[in-house]
């Protein structure tokens, strides 16, 4: 069977676009493909300007002299190509440019449009690599059998290498790390374009999370809320994705609480709060508040629960929670910066009637699945 063809598509909000899908292969002869994915920049064309970055679509020339035959070579063999890109400075309307440009680039490699595909990812989300969106669309779109693993492989320059004589450090480990997530053979662009390898060793770090090892305090939470007739104010305190707004929803629900966070109430949190308070209605505070300056509940029982997640956690599960829901945006380091730089640890001093509850990495429950094995 014959696939036809795949029409361009750019899926509006998804940050995603992605051109031309009409990749000719045929189950028949070939039931299991081969493909040889590509990153783009530094990695088939490199800025002619001599900029680290382009100036314009039109700045760009081939990283090496034999890249489009090596292309071509990838052609005869019936791999299909697929070029993967990161785009993150890209909106949905100068993405076009960048769509042109690899147009141009493919041309001038002399590869018609029937043999290679291209993802260009310009939101912050699952779709951005080392997140796999951008692969898991086009497995989807090709409606492929199966892969041949042993001759597939995804190529990029962004290897966590560090400086050597001449050679500038990578700037990112994100293409080692989405071949990993992919589950193809990563290669550098010395390796498939027979260019002499400088041996310096992919870094990257593997994250191990530290499996939970103590049960949830639910006794103290039921000693707090239990212990007097007052109302309780929750209040959290946390970095995103450390697991606040998984536990506000557990507690809301058993004991019977109203939870006001700024993400969900926006400008009306502040007026939602003060109006609860006033009818001493009991409620969780569910936002990072690394400093609780003029948080006051008068005549409520005072709860924080801290949580004491390492930064490098919460961004593992940030990233993680943006590969299960690709269009849920991944939180910028700078957010984590904010948070740990004026975090005050909570206190039980700092207010009246105050208990505090700690939980570290060692309450938590973490996923088993593969996605929160992969590289972030
Ligand atoms: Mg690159």
């Known amino acids: 069977m014959k696939i036809e063809s795949f029409f361009y598509q750019h899926i509006r909000n998804k940050h995603i676009f992605l051109f031309p899908m009409n990749v000719n292969y045929y189950c ?30 039109n700045d760009w020339r081939p990283l090496y002299p034999n890249v489009g035959v090596v292309l071509q070579q ?9 070029i993967f890109t990161n785009q993150l400075k890209q909106t949905e309307f100068t993405v076009h440019n960048i769509a042109e440009k690899i147009r141009n680039v493919m041309e001038f490699f002399q590869i018609n449009t029937e043999s290679y595909c291209y993802f260009i ?41 560090p400086a050597a004589k001449g050679l500038k450090k990578d700037h990112s480990y994100v293409d080692w790390a989405f071949a990993q997530n992919i589950g193809l053979l990563f ?19 593997k994250f191990n999370p530290t499996i939970g090892t103590k049960p949830f305090p639910h006794k103290d939470f039921d000693v707090f809320m239990y212990g007097t007739d007052k109302p309780k104010v929750v209040i959290m305190v946390g970095a995103p994705a450390s697991g606040k707004s998984t536990l506000a929803i557990f507690l809301a629900e058993k004991y019977g609480l109203t939870i006001f966070s700024k993400d969900v109430n926006k400008t009306k949190f502040d007026k939602l709060v003060n109006e609860a308070t006033k009818a001493k209605t009991s409620m969780i505070i569910d936002n990072t508040n690394p400093v609780r300056q003029g948080i006051q509940f008068p005549g409520y029982d005072k709860l924080i629960v801290f949580h004491d997640i390492p930064r490098e956690l919460c961004m593992h599960l940030n990233s993680y929670r943006t590969q299960i829901e ?20 909570p206190d039980e001093n700092e207010m009246d ?22 590289f972030y």
């Open 28 to 57: 028949e002869c070939n039931p299991s493909s081969k493909l040889a994915c590509f990153d783009l920049d530094s990695t088939l064309i490199i800025p002619k300007s001599g900029h680290v970055f382009p100036v314009d679509k």
């Open 74 to 82: 990838l052609v005869q063999k019936n791999y299909i190509i697929a």
């Open 121 to 161: 990812s310009y939101g912050n989300n699952g779709y951005r690599k080392p997140m796999t969106g951008m692969y898991d669309l086009f497995i989807k779109c090709l409606q492929l059998d199966s892969i041949n693993h042993s001759l597939s492989f995804y190529c990029g320059d962004a290897a966590g290498r």
């Open 187 to 205: 290669k550098l662009p010395e390796e498939v374009f027979y260019q002499p390898c400088d041996n310096r060793p992919i870094n990257h770090v």
């Open 326 to 345: 690709p269009l849920k945006p991944l939180i910028s380091s700078v957010v984590y910066n904010v948070y740990f730089g004026k975090l005050v640890i």
């Open 353 to 374: 009637d105050l208990t505090v509850i700690r939980l570290g990495p060692e309450h938590m429950t973490l996923p088993g699945n593969k996605e929160f094995q992969y």
